[in-house]
C-alpha cells in the first residue's frame, strides 16, 4: 500500500508544468482568434461609417451642389481616410448619388482588407 502511495505522490509531481505547457502551446491560437474578431468589428464599424458618409455626402449634395464631399468627409472618422465621390444620377437629373470609399487598416499581419466602398442616392430638393 505504501509503495502505491509513493508511485501517486511522484507522478502528481511530475505534472506540475504540464497545464502551463499546454496554455502556452494555445496561446498563440488564442490570440490569433482575438485579432480576428477585433478585425471583424473594424471591418463592420467602416461598413457603417461608409455608409453613413454616402448618405450626408448625397443629402448635402441634393440640398446645396458642391457641399457633398465635405459633408461626406466630415461623417466618416478620419482615421479610415473616407474618399467621398458626388455624382448627379439618374437619367433626368432627378437625384445625386455619392460613393465613398474607406480604407480600414489590419490587425492581422499578411491579411490584407480590401477597401469598403457603399454608395447612397437621395432625391434633388428643387
Known amino acids: 500500500m505504501r509503495g502505491l502511495l509513493e508511485r501517486a505522490r511522484r507522478r502528481s509531481r511530475d505534472d506540475r508544468g504540464v497545464s502551463m505547457l499546454e496554455f502556452a502551446g494555445f496561446l498563440p491560437i488564442l490570440l490569433v482568434v482575438g485579432m480576428a474578431a477585433i478585425q471583424l468589428g473594424l471591418v463592420g464599424y467602416g461598413i457603417n461609417q461608409a455608409g453613413t458618409a454616402a448618405r450626408a455626402a448625397a443629402r448635402a449634395e441634393s440640398l446645396e451642389p458642391g457641399t457633398g464631399a465635405a459633408a461626406g468627409r466630415a461623417a466618416a472618422s478620419g482615421w479610415l481616410d473616407p474618399d467621398p465621390a458626388v455624382a448627379p444620377g439618374g ?30 442616392t437621395m432625391p434633388n430638393d428643387d
Open 91 to 120: 437619367g433626368g437629373g432627378d437625384t445625386t448619388t455619392a460613393t465613398v470609399t474607406v480604407t480600414v487598416p489590419s490587425v492581422i499581419p499578411l491579411f490584407e482588407v480590401p477597401a469598403i466602398q457603399r454608395s447612397a
